[in-house]
């Protein structure tokens, strides 16, 4: 079975720090993987997403992440934090010809003091 | 554009009684999934159905069921309220491999 391991719950920044989460699944096949935000009272949104082709995915608001196949792993960075970042952060994966269905990590709580 | 939209955005259920939550996806798409995000945790997989027929299906006892219609709109049901079933009911629609969100369902039951 599929499964999202995120290794913070919660990380607590100042700005300008830099930023890495952590992510790893349990698939044996071929997948598709997304950072998600929720900022406070808003809902879902998509960060960034990899389906194929370059590693080094970049999305918005300065966001990349990385996708090492042999490490199982997708791992959310950014340079320089905003206090407007905080929020949660998810990490979810999608098989491959396995519909929509998609596996969420529990999230990790970041909070950046100003 | 629309996005997802869900109804109603608060809710308050006593234990024992039934729910319907509903999803309007998308203009275009034909893939609504349901998830569950109980405080503190990440959603959680109840159904996914796509062009009317369930795709696929999450741990979650019967009590729970769905369907879509053929405007590609979708509800959530759920018997025999438990003051587990309490969260946030999240409602995606999917184009091709990507999932968009809706606002969700706050549902209490008390």
């Known amino acids: 079975a599929q499964s999202v391991s995120q290794h913070n719950h919660h990380v607590i920044l100042s700005e300008a720090a830099s930023l890495e989460l952590g992510c790893n699944y349990s698939y044996g096949g071929t997948v598709n993987l997304f950072w998600y935000v929720q900022y406070p009272g808003q809902h879902l949104q998509l960060l960034l997403k990899?389906?194929?082709?370059?590693?080094l995915v970049k999305g918005i608001k300065g966001f990349e992440a990385e996708f090492i196949k042999s490490k199982f792993s997708f791992n959310l960075r950014k340079p320089s934090v905003q206090w407007s970042d905080t929020a949660e952060y998810f990490c979810?994966?999608?098989?491959?010809?396995?519909?929509?269905?998609?596996?969420f990590g529990a999230g990790t709580r970041l909070f950046v003091k100003a | 554009d629309a996005g997802v939209t869900q109804s109603p955005t608060h809710l308050i259920k006593t234990r024992g009684q039934h729910v319907t939550l509903r999803c309007s996806p998308i203009?275009?798409?034909?893939?609504v999934s349901w998830y569950q995000q109980v405080l503190g945790q990440g959603p959680q997989f109840i159904f996914q159905y796509y062009e009317k027929e369930e795709r696929g299906r999450g741990n979650f006892p019967d009590r729970f069921s769905a369907r879509q219609f053929p405007n590609y709109s979708s509800e959530l049901n759920v018997n025999a309220l438990l003051l587990g079933d309490s969260a946030l009911y999240l409602c995606?629609?999917?184009?091709?491999?990507?999932?968009?969100f809706g606002q969700g369902t706050r549902l209490t039951v008390v």
């Open positions: 979810a994966v999608n098989a491959r010809g396995g519909g929509f269905k998609t596996i």
């Open positions: 990899y389906f194929s082709g370059d590693p």
């Open positions: 203009s275009g798409h034909k893939s």
């Open positions: 995606a629609s999917s184009l091709y491999r990507e999932a968009f």
